[in-house]
C-alpha cells in the first residue's frame, strides 16, 4: 500500500511498477505519490519531491488505462499526502480526486526536513532547542493528521528514528520518547485511523522496520489496525522489499490480519 512513480520521486512508471509487482507474484499494490507540490513552507534542503494536483489527475487516468488491459495483480490510487498546518487546505485539494486510498506522512514542519538526511534531521534541535521538542512537534503533527479525517493510514510513524543507527542520537527506551509516541498512538486510536508497518527503514541507517517492536505491540493493545508498504522508490528495489519481515513482525505483536483500501473503505486481509 506504499509505492512512488515518476510522477513525484520515484524511478519506475506506473506500468514498470505493475510488471514487477506481477513479476514478484503480489496480488496488488497502491501507488502513493508525494502530494502537493510545492511543499509548504520550502526549506534550506530544496525538497522537490512532491507533485501536483494535475499530475496525480493525470496518473489516475494512467491507472485505469492499465486496470482495463490487465485484471491482476490489482492496481490502487493513492497518494501519501503531506502535513501542513492548513490541514482544511489539503481536505479541498483533496476532494474531487478519485483515490482509494491516503496514505498520511509527516515529512516537513516549520524549516525541518526530518528525513531529508542526517545534517537536515540535526537541525532539529537548532530549530525546537532539543530533540524532545522537536519530536515533541512531529508526533502532535502525526496525531492532529490522523483526528484530521483526511487520511487512511500513517506512514512511518517513527521516521525520527532513520538516522538513529545504533541510538547514536537518542535512546528509544527513554521516558520522554515512550510517553510522546504512546500519546499519539491513543490519539491515533481514538481517531480510528490505520499506522503503516513500513520495511522502507530496513533499507535507511536504522536498519530497522518502522515502527519498532513495541511500538507496534503498544498500538495492538489500543486496537489500532494497520497497513502495510514497502515505500520502494528505486528501479533496483522490489515492489514488495521485505514483506516477510512485516508479516514476522506483525504476527509478533499479535495481529492477524492487516488492511488494503479500495474507494477509501478499508477491506481486511488476513495474514494466516
Excluded at 68 to 87: K, Q
Excluded at 147 to 173: C, M, P, Q, T, W
Aim: with cysteine; aromatic share 12%; proline share 3%.
Amino acid at each position: 500500500m506504499h509505492t512512488h512513480s515518476v510522477v513525484s520521486d520515484g524511478e519506475l512508471t506506473e506500468e514498470e511498477l505493475f510488471r514487477h509487482a506481477s513479476e514478484e507474484g503480489l496480488d496488488g499494490f497502491a501507488i502513493t505519490d508525494h502530494f502537493p507540490y510545492p511543499i509548504f513552507p520550502l526549506t534550506s534542503a530544496g525538497i522537490d519531491w512532491a507533485t501536483s494536483h494535475r499530475a496525480i489527475s493525470l496518473q489516475l487516468k494512467i491507472i485505469e488505462n492499465l486496470r482495463s488491459r490487465y485484471s491482476y495483480p490489482t492496481i490502487l490510487a493513492g497518494a501519501e499526502v503531506e502535513y501542513i498546518e492548513g490541514l482544511d487546505l489539503l481536505e479541498h485539494w483533496l476532494q474531487d480526486l478519485d483515490l482509494d486510498f491516503v496514505l498520511g506522512g509527516v515529512h516537513l514542519l516549520d524549516r525541518w526536513a526530518i528525513d531529508w538526511s542526517e545534517k537536515e534531521f540535526l537541525k532539529g534541535t537548532n530549530y525546537f532547542g532539543s530533540f524532545e521538542s522537536a519530536f515533541e512537534r512531529y508526533f502532535n503533527a502525526v496525531a492532529a493528521f490522523a483526528e484530521s479525517g483526511i487520511v487512511d493510514s500513517i506512514a512511518h510513524i517513527d521516521l525520527v528514528k532513520k538516522f538513529n543507527s545504533a541510538e547514536r542520537y537518542f535512546d528509544e527506551r527513554s521516558g520522554w520518547y515512550r510517553i510522546l509516541v504512546e500519546r499519539c498512538l491513543q490519539r491515533v486510536a481514538n481517531a480510528k485511523v490505520a499506522i503503516e508497518v513500513s520495511t522502507a527503514g530496513l533499507r535507511k541507517p536504522v536498519g530497522a522496520l518502522y515502527p519498532s517492536g513495541w511500538i507496534l505491540k503498544k498500538a495492538k493493545e489500543l486496537g489500532i489496525q494497520v497497513t502495510i508498504g514497502t515505500d520502494v522508490h528505486k528501479k533496483d528495489e522490489k515492489v514488495g522489499s521485505d514483506l516477510y519481515m512485516a508479516e514476522k513482525a506483525l504476527l509478533e505483536a499479535g495481529y492477524d490480519e492487516y488492511l488494503v483500501f479500495r474507494g477509501r473503505k478499508p477491506e481486511k486481509v488476513r495474514l494466516v
